[in-house]
């Protein structure tokens, strides 16, 4: 009898394992972590995500800003949470960069997350004063070819996508263009307008009210070729350079080890929430495009990226000092 027991304790226990992990999932609230303070776009995606996660599942979605260290504190939280499902983070460009820009990385950027799926995909806009002579894409590689090193361009700081979209131009162009960082994105276009900074790359959010003002001349878009989302802007690849694409873009991770069929669950909430009408009108002003797919698309996506910039990173040896 004893054996028998066992026998049948072995069968139960066989046919429990084969359940989906989380049959019930979500019974419980889920946190939606963003490594960035509170305001400002990635926080707007967020808190636009979290609603429509929380009026498809049912289940009430927190949003909670841990900034700091580059987006490493926050991040580096959700890899070490359990891997349940009810720890999420909300990742951005910073995300493929820190790898090749921070020296002592808190956790494994390919080991210890599992793709939920990318929500959408933004672009920078190089952009000149109004006054500048520098008009096009060909204009600013001519002047900097004749007097290398004069011309200056201006980012928010060290390894965001203002920075990379300019040191990818000076590779791709074969031109030597200054950066110079800024504390800021505010204080950076207002130093570009007034002509002590020569250019800038900022996020479309940040300069297509001023472009539309008319307070900048758009240059032309980092977006791939044929694809600008400014209207009477063509890209930098259709001005000459290509293969220039420079990508920002909002994604969600789970922590490694989160079970398949939650994280097939959340993906499909994800897809079916970024495709609503309202969920693309309310992000359109931050230049994102919507495009959802499965988490296996995102991870390539995000690979590739992780490796486009550790190249530009590495040739150009930017460091965060």
């Known amino acids: 009898m004893r054996g028998m027991l066992k026998l049948c304790m072995a069968v139960v226990g066989g046919l429990l394992w084969?359940?989906?992990a989380q049959a019930d999932y979500p019974d419980r609230i889920i946190k939606l972590v963003v490594p960035f303070p509170p305001g400002g776009g990635v926080d707007l995606v967020a808190r636009l995500v979290g609603q429509g996660l929380s009026e498809e599942l049912g289940q009430a979605i927190v949003i909670e800003n841990k900034p700091g260290g580059g987006t490493l504190t926050g991040t580096d939280y959700v890899a070490k949470s359990a891997p349940d499902g009810y720890t999420l983070v909300l990742a951005s460009f910073a995300h493929a960069v820190n790898p090749s820009?921070?020296?002592?990385?808190?956790?494994?950027?390919?080991?210890?997350f599992q793709p939920i799926g990318l929500i959408g995909r933004s672009y920078n806009v190089l952009v000149?004063?109004?006054k500048s002579k520098f008009k096009t894409v060909g204009d600013i590689i001519r002047a900097s070819k004749e007097k290398p090193g004069s011309l200056?361009?201006?980012s928010q700081g060290i390894g965001t996508s203002a920075h990379l979209a300019g040191e990818l131009f000076k590779n791709l162009g074969g031109v030597d263009i200054l950066h110079v960082p800024y504390r800021g994105v505010a204080q950076a276009l207002q130093d570009v307008l007034s002509g002590q900074v020569d250019m800038m790359w900022p996020t479309s959010a940040a300069a297509t009210a001023l472009i539309n003002a008319g307070e900048f001349h758009a240059v032309a878009s980092t977006?791939?070729?044929?694809?600008?989302p400014l209207p009477g802007v063509t890209t930098i690849a259709e001005q000459?350079?290509?293969g220039y694409v420079v990508d920002g873009w909002y994604g969600v991770y789970a922590p490694a080890g989160t079970p398949k069929d939650v994280a097939a669950k959340l993906n499909a909430t994800l897809n079916r929430v970024v495709q609503k009408p309202e969920f693309q009108r309310?992000?359109?002003p931050e230049g994102l495009v919507v495009t959802p797919g499965t988490p296996e698309a995102f991870d390539a996506f995000v690979q590739g990226e992780l490796v486009r910039w550790r190249k530009i990173v590495?040739?150009?040896?930017?460091?965060?000092d």
Do not use: W
């Open 18 to 20: 084969t359940l989906p």
């Open 101 to 112: 820009l921070q020296p002592k990385m808190p956790y494994d950027t390919a080991r210890d």
């Open 128 to 130: 000149t004063s109004p």
């Open 152 to 154: 200056t361009y201006a």
């Open 223 to 228: 977006a791939p070729a044929g694809k600008s």
């Open 240 to 242: 000459g350079l290509q």
């Open 282 to 284: 309310r992000v359109e």
């Open 314 to 320: 590495v040739e150009n040896k930017i460091t965060m």
